[in-house]
């Protein structure tokens, strides 16, 4: 299996993207930003098809559109949370002109895409190429070290924003930094997981960490690992059944792992109230 | 099909009118936008836009699923989005980051569902876009019969609930400790936005489900906060909205997912203006 060249270049591109993800969304779900990272995910396919309709490279619609987004939900929250309803109102018109964009590139732009707008909403993580998995895998890095910068006081501002912002913490700041980190990430996993599924990605493990460990740090490991297996498990179980696609192998892997630590962790006997986040 | 449009307004009407296909979408997308518009405005006010957003979600897998194993995709939309609902409902209680996780959690695999469901289905992808982003064609009086019945049910069902549900969604612990059976009532609140998501994603597809659910609901709290008030405004707001966004994508070669979410935003927009100003 790992002779395959197109093998290998899903399981670079699969690795860094779920390490990337098993991170950020640790802070997500801590934060109650789900909604806000599932908004950013949509954004992730207007920006690339917006980038088909005018013929640029994909990344760069996808990478501008979220981070753009994403530091205006941060503003228009006031700390640094925006409303659920501005959220959902902005995110379906947002998706509206994806659309829009869809059908300019479906009646414009002949060549292969049919396939275009599946292949951003669910990803085709063994058809990357050797190249992008490798900027893949350098901007997933890139973007693990500018969440390492922002962890401890980010870690402060989320569990106690009134302590943190007294201690002198720039809370108002961080809320948006780490939205564009958010976007970043959505964008990243776009071209692995899909725009559709990389939410699954980004919660799913992080959920799983916070029921089975207690102490911050150990759940931020324990989401990256989590995330990391899912990805792995779902590549091998893609690459043995041809029939599964691989973004939906990850993502059952990983809302099985889920499910199963909901089942253990609410047994009666062994009941242990989780984590209640600020 | 040659259509122009005019000032002649009803003769604009008339083009409107002259094909069947477009009669159906007009009719279906008046049911969906009264049903959406009154119970979008409760979700709304509840601070459940994620959920609503999930069960719009959910439905694509449905319908996905339907169409794979030969049935009517309408019969996929509602049997995913009640049961979405109602396992949505029984989720954990816990920290409100877990809680929005979990539900994160039942849409992203229910979309992963879809994509198995339209990869197992060779030769779907057409249909794909159609799913997800809706269609002005192909609404069968078949299926605007079912889109009537479950409309009326989930409006009768509102109102006989409806005293219970806002006593719930404005203060939930005087609710439960006068006897009301708040988790019951949520529950079945669920299910309710579960049938207007349902509908609705027939008319707009299931991404954009949500101009419709919380768009006008939305513009409408900006306006008045009365709640009977806010309700009808909310109604009248969708159904301009569908109105609109169905002609425009007739008379134009642009989709109604577009125009239905452009039409939708103006109006927010323009309530936070006017909003901004009167204050």
């Known amino acids: ?278 | 099909m040659d259509v122009h449009l005019s000032w002649n307004l009803v003769n604009d009407l008339r083009q409107l009118l002259e094909f069947h296909f477009m009669v159906n979408a007009l009719r279906a997308g008046t049911i969906v936008a009264i049903v959406a518009g009154a119970i979008g405005y409760v979700m709304v006010i509840r601070r459940q836009s994620f959920a609503g957003h999930t069960l719009a979600l959910v439905g694509f897998p449905g319908a996905a699923g339907a169409v794979w194993l030969g049935l009517d995709a309408s019969i996929g939309f509602f049997g995913f989005c009640i049961a979405a609902a109602v396992l949505l409902g029984l989720a954990p209680a816990g920290g409100s980051g877990q809680q929005s996780a979990a539900i994160g959690i039942v849409q992203s695999f229910g979309l992963a569902c879809g994509l198995l469901f339209v990869s197992l289905y060779h030769g779907f992808l057409s249909g794909l876009n159609n799913l997800l982003f809706g269609t002005i064609v192909g609404v069968t009086d078949r299926q605007v019969l079912v889109l009537l019945i479950a409309g009326v049910v989930a409006l009768v069902a509102l109102a006989a609930l409806g005293r219970p549900l806002l006593f719930t969604s404005i203060d939930e612990a005087a609710a439960r400790s006068r006897g009301v059976p708040t988790r019951l009532v949520g529950i079945a609140f669920l299910v309710l936005l579960g049938v207007a998501a349902a509908g609705a994603s027939q008319v707009t597809g299931s991404l954009l489900v949500f101009s419709l659910l919380v768009a006008p609901a939305a513009t409408a709290v900006r306006l008045t906060a009365r709640p009977v008030v806010g309700l009808v405004l909310s109604v009248a707001i969708a159904l301009v909205v569908t109105w609109l966004g169905e002609s425009a994508a007739y008379f134009s070669s642009y989709p109604i997912g577009f125009w239905v979410t452009t039409f939708a935003f103006g109006l927010f927009l323009l309530a936070n203006g006017y909003r901004a100003v009167v204050k």
């Open chain 1, 1 to 278: 299996m790992l002779s395959q060249p197109f093998m290998q270049h899903a399981l670079l591109a699969g690795t860094s993207v779920a390490l990337l993800a098993g991170l950020v969304g640790y802070f997500v779900v801590l934060r109650s930003q789900v909604f806000a990272g599932d908004a950013l995910s949509h954004v992730a396919y207007t920006g690339a098809l917006a980038a088909l309709a005018v013929g640029v490279d994909l990344r760069l619609g996808l990478f501008t559109a979220t981070i753009v987004v994403a530091v205006l939900l941060g503003a228009l929250g006031g700390r640094g949370v925006a409303d659920d309803v501005v959220i959902g109102t902005t995110f379906s018109w947002v998706l509206g002109i994806g659309v829009l964009c869809l059908s300019i590139v479906t009646t414009h732009r002949a060549e292969g895409n049919s396939t275009a707008s599946a292949t951003v909403l669910f990803g085709s993580v063994f058809g990357i190429s050797a190249r992008d998995a490798r900027t893949a895998a350098l901007i997933a890095v890139g973007l693990i070290v500018v969440l390492g910068l922002l962890a401890r006081p980010l870690l402060f501002a989320s569990l106690d924003p009134s302590v943190a912002a007294a201690r002198g913490v720039p809370v108002r700041l961080l809320g948006p930094a780490f939205l564009a980190v958010v976007g970043a990430t959505a964008a990243e996993a776009t071209q692995v997981v899909g725009a559709l599924l990389l939410f699954g990605l980004l919660a799913a493990p992080a959920a799983t960490a916070q029921r089975l460990a207690t102490r911050p740090w150990h759940a931020l490991a324990l989401s990256a690992g989590l995330a990391v297996a899912s990805t792995w498990t779902g590549l091998t179980i893609a690459y043995a059944a041809p029939s599964l696609p691989p973004s939906f192998a990850i993502l059952a892997v990983a809302t099985g792992l889920y499910v199963a630590t909901l089942v253990v962790t609410s047994a009666p006997g062994r009941a242990r109230t989780p984590r209640v986040c600020a």
